[in-house]
């Protein structure tokens, strides 16, 4: 499986829809189900875009099926981008990710204190 990350902007239709429900992009993307691709995480940012949803898809095909479903049901423009791993940069052999023992899922007991810097 693939990584990719979905940078999404509200459209008009969106931010009214917003404006009704809070809990919009939860609410729309939980009982969201497209074969072959799974929403990892989702993020509310300043800036240029609103929202960045974490994305593990296994390929574009179902990753571009979940980006059409969660913009219907959201009122968001998004743009998909796939995530190739800094790994894959060097200048040596190119480990795949699929061999990997874990996921790249977030783990469901992360908290904020977990995170770097409070060893």
Known sequence: MSLYFLLGSLTHDGQRM???????ITDRTRDLNVPGAEILGQYA???RYDFVIMVEADDND???RLSLALGMRTGLH????????IGFMGDGPARDPSDQAESVRLRPDFTPEDGPGDE
């Open 18 to 24: 917003l404006h009704s429900n809070t809990n919009l």
């Open 45 to 47: 940012v300043l800036g």
């Open 62 to 64: 179902a990753v571009a």
């Open 78 to 85: 998004l743009e998909t981008l796939p995530a190739i791993p």
